[in-house]
């Protein structure tokens, strides 16, 4: 074993302890740490990976601008601890269902033989070059709309959390 696999053992293991921690842990703020944890640990291995590009945005994108409102969101829910701690039989059900789901879209996968990836002329390179001329160019409009609605949302967390509207 060289030091590539051991980072992503170790990064591959704390990832799946993070996700566990978000999805088991009892305060909202701390789901949400959890979470920016998971997008700093998925960031090394798409530099393990050599997709330093990908790994910039991960921290950027997600671990930034993205868990910013969210914690926003979760600050202005005030969630009380009475609150967190109902028990609702209707999510249990429906959260086995999707693992029901999930296992089986995984049996599926892994039915099929594994297929060597061959490198051909038409492989894309993922440089930057690569990355920005589409999201300037075709996607555009798309890219400043979605400006445009997170400066609204920012704008709204704002307004909506002050106590006192004159």
């Known amino acids: 074993m060289n030091v590539h696999d051991i980072l992503f053992w170790v990064f591959s293991i704390v990832m799946l302890a993070c996700g566990a921690l ?3 842990s009892r305060n909202p703020v701390t789901s949400a740490m959890f979470l920016i944890l998971l997008f700093f640990f998925m ?7 050599e997709a330093f590009f990908l790994a910039a945005i991960q921290v950027l994108v997600y ?12 600050m202005l829910l005030n969630i009380k601890a009475s609150e967190r701690r109902k028990f609702n039989v209707l999510a249990v059900i429906g959260g086995l269902g999707v693992a029901v789901a999930f296992v089986w ?12 990836l061959t490198t051909g002329a038409g492989e894309f390179q993922g440089g930057l070059q690569d990355v920005v001329r589409p ?31 004159r």
């Open 22 to 24: 978000v999805i088991f």
């Open 43 to 49: 960031a090394g291995l798409f530099v393990l990976l």
């Open 63 to 74: 671990a930034g601008a993205v868990m910013v409102l969210f914690l926003f969101v979760i």
């Open 105 to 116: 879209e995984l049996a599926v996968v892994l039915r099929r033989p594994v297929q060597s």
């Open 135 to 165: 999201l300037f160019t075709k996607y555009m409009l798309p890219f400043e709309v979605t400006a445009l609605l997170l400066l609204v949302s920012m704008i709204g967390v704002v307004l909506l959390s002050k106590k006192d509207l």
